[in-house]
């Protein structure tokens, strides 16, 4: 799985991702912190990502609205802040659950992520 990560996640996580075997990068390595999120979910689709973010409200919208105007996107993968933290503490949560979906079909969905424990 290719996965990139949205603004909210730093380096780190990217890294404790790799370390699970999951080619991440992050929106800033794109050079693309601070672009509209229309253009984060384009990068991603570009270039066979899948997007990690905590943000629903945007992307369910805007993955929606691009699959309705016939394009695609290798999924949307949501871990809401409820749930994963974003501290340094919370990245294995986040690794593991992201590992669990990448077993799944994710083409054009938006998937929410478990925690471990919860699935």
């Not at 066979?48 to 699959?67: I, K, Q």
């Not at 949560?93 to 669990?100: E, G, N, R, S």
Request: aromatic share 6%.
């Amino acid at each position: 799985m290719r996965l990139l990560l949205d603004e909210m996640y730093g380096d780190k996580l990217a890294q404790a991702l790799r370390d699970q075997g999951i080619d991440a990068a992050t929106v800033a390595e794109f050079g693309m912190a601070g672009r509209p999120d229309a253009d984060v979910l384009a990068a991603a689709a570009d270039g066979g990502y899948v997007l990690l973010t905590e943000n629903v409200s945007d992307f369910a919208r805007l993955g929606a609205e691009h699959v309705a105007a016939g394009r695609h996107h290798f999924g949307v993968l949501i871990a809401l802040s409820s749930r994963f933290s974003r501290r340094p503490a919370g990245y294995g949560a986040i690794a593991t659950a992201v590992v669990a979906a990448a077993a799944d079909q994710l083409d054009d969905r938006l998937v929410y992520l478990e925690r471990p424990n919860q699935a």
